[in-house]
T-cell receptor, first 113, second 108 residues
Framework: KAGVTQTPRYLIKTRGQQVTLSCSPI?????VSWYQQTPGQGLQFLFE???????NKGNFPGRFSGRQFSNSRSEMNVSTLELGDSALYLC????????????FGPGTRLTVL | GIQVEQSPPDLILQEGANSTLRCNFS?????LQWFHQNPWGQLINLFY???GTKQNGRLSATTVATERYSLLYISSSQTTDSGVYFC??????????FGDGTTLTVKP
């Protein structure tokens, strides 16, 4: 089985722009979660989608949003980028039940200039 | 939310040595996973272990849910074991919390 894939792998944006990141889960997995990793804050949970609905949400501002499509692929969007949004964004998929094992993709490294 | 504390923050070993990494958490959890983050940033699954003991080759893990801690054992360390080890827990609300990680350096 193919693993979790994320595109693009690297991205450079400027302050004020918006960005969309994509995640394709493992085939058959219905849950997708997003995480942000920075040197200062560590790994933090952004949100989780299951069956096209947001099932859980972390403590991030409304500039961070996401969605999930009927094929379980997910996108996350960050609007009005700030320098502090520079981070590694990780996506994880799991079969679907709330406490299933999660499997991570390689991440998208976003740099905001 | 749940607090997760990993210790030690840094660990330096000679190749062939054994080590124990600890993860303490502040409340009951429904899921606990151990990960190894490779130099390119990807999190590699080591164990899915909300309770009990599991072994995989030179690695093993034990979670004592009633006492709110988990241990990761690495035996006969190799240089390829170097990297950051994370513990993550999922509480009743379904949200995950990661520890700050243990950075392991194995010297040849």
């Amino acid at each position: 089985k193919a693993g979790v894939t994320q595109t693009p792998r690297y991205l450079i944006k400027t302050r004020g722009q918006q960005v969309t990141l994509s995640c394709s889960p493992i085939s058959g997995h219905r849950s997708v979660s997003w995480y942000q990793q920075t040197p200062g804050q560590g790994l933090q949970f952004l949100f989780e989608y299951f069956s096209e609905t947001q099932r859980n949400k972390g403590n991030f501002p409304g500039r961070f949003s996401g969605r999930q499509f009927s094929n379980s692929r997910s996108e996350m969007n960050v609007s009005t980028l700030e320098l502090g949004d520079s981070a590694l964004y990780l996506c994880a998929s799991s079969p679907g039940a709330l406490y299933n094992e999660q499997f991570f993709g390689p991440g998208t490294r976003l740099t905001v200039l | 939310g749940i607090q997760v504390e990993q210790s030690p923050p840094d660990l330096i070993l000679q190749e062939g040595a054994n080590s124990t990494l600890r993860c303490n958490f502040s409340d009951s959890v429904n899921n606990l996973q151990w990960f190894h983050q490779n130099p390119w940033g990807q999190l590699i699954n080591l164990f899915y272990i909300p309770s009990g003991t599991k072994q995989n080759g030179r690695l093993s893990a034990t979670t004592v849910a009633t006492e709110r801690y988990s241990l990761l054992y690495i035996s006969s360390s190799q240089t390829t074991d170097s990297g950051v080890y994370f513990c993550a827990v999922w509480g009743n609300a379904g949200k995950s919390t990661f520890g700050d990680g243990t950075t392991l350096t194995v010297k040849p």
